[in-house]
């Protein structure tokens, strides 16, 4: 998985994804109707439906902890003028330019200078920047190129404001972490939730309580103050969510009736109905052991796959599978 994901994410609403996956069949893996359902579940469960357009099922319960794009900021360079820059970036960012922005650089082969660049345009994302700073200042970024394209984005705000600004790849977050701690870079995009038990596990011992979240209030407000103690301060989180999602195609959806995950469990639950993810996706509280715990989810099979990569996306459109963890953010998931 990304090096900022663990299996603990969902996305609300429905997100479409065209003109990257074909379809491998129309209804059911073998292109017969699918079967009817009953909307109080049974033993029927719900056989996949191939289609070439996915969406992302609700999470209606709240099963997942809010990974929201957050800007993580060393104390002792934090200043209103940096802060307010980093907060005029999250407050233009929401899930779905940030699928965009990731479409711009994964699928159309953009850089992510380039993707960001034409993003802050189109945004007027420094027009309400009106600061003046000086200096030089480091933005640290994870090795995957969302992060990437952020902390480019993170450049441009705080060049407005006057820094000369160096944007370098460092790598994981046990790498980047203590860099930022100690002052060696200065900025580096972060998610909320992940980032809160990361240092949560750090400050309290590896077998802490987590402290995040499907509150955002809540999630933030505990990174805030495991922040405090070692010296790092956060801004704004912004409503762009990378995190774990699940999808169906869109005619799986139109079939059996079903936009949330509540109607899955209540629709689907049942032998015919196969999961799809990661190998480690039964025993995970935030893939099918949360499903099953907070939705009443029963799926009569599981398909051991990747973490909401290709594998998982070409199972959900052929029909080999009825749902399927994503990413919510994918660039897969662009229109």
């Given at each position: ?121 189109a945004n007027d994302l420094t ?60 900025v580096v995009p972060e998610y ?144």
């Amino acid at each position: 998985m990304r090096a900022h994901a663990r299996l603990a994410a969902g996305a609300a609403g429905l997100l479409a994804l065209t003109g990257f996956l074909t379809a491998c069949g129309e209804a059911g893996s073998s292109g017969a109707e699918a079967p009817e359902t009953s909307t109080e579940g049974g033993a029927a469960g719900c056989v996949p439906v191939a289609g070439d357009q996915l969406v992302v099922l609700e999470d209606d319960q709240l099963l997942q902890n809010t990974d929201n794009v957050i800007p993580a900021i060393n104390a002792e360079a934090a200043n209103p003028d940096l802060v307010a820059a980093l907060d005029a970036v999250s407050d233009s960012l929401d899930t779905a330019a940030l699928i965009d922005l990731n479409k711009a650089v994964d699928i159309d082969r953009k850089t992510p200078v380039v993707a960001a660049e034409e993003y802050a345009e189109a945004n007027d994302l420094t027009a309400t920047i009106t600061a003046t700073q000086s200096g030089p200042l480091t933005v640290g970024a994870a090795n995957f190129s969302e992060n990437q394209t952020l902390a480019e984005l993170y450049k441009i705000a705080l060049t407005a404001v006057g820094y000369d600004v160096t944007v370098q790849q460092i790598g994981n977050r046990e790498l980047y972490e203590p860099a930022l701690e100690k002052g060696e870079v200065q900025v580096v995009p972060e998610y909320a939730a992940t980032m809160a038990d990361f240092l949560n596990g750090k400050v309290n011992g590896a077998d802490a309580e987590a402290v995040s979240s499907s509150d955002l209030g809540e999630t933030v407000g505990a990174l805030q103050q495991l922040g405090d103690q070692v010296g790092i301060v956060f801004g704004a989180p912004s409503q762009a969510q990378d995190q774990n999602a699940f999808a169906v195609t869109q005619e799986f959806a139109d079939t059996y009736g079903v936009s949330t995950l509540t109607e899955l469990a209540e629709k689907c639950s049942g032998e015919g109905t196969v999961l799809g993810g990661p190998p480690e996706c039964p025993e995970r509280p935030k893939c099918q052991a949360g499903l099953e715990d907070v939705y009443g989810f029963e799926a009569g099979s599981f398909s051991s796959l990747d973490a909401g990569g290709p594998q998982t996306k070409s199972a959900l459109t052929s029909g080999a599978i009825s749902v399927g963890l994503v990413f919510s953010s994918d660039a897969a998931l662009g229109g």
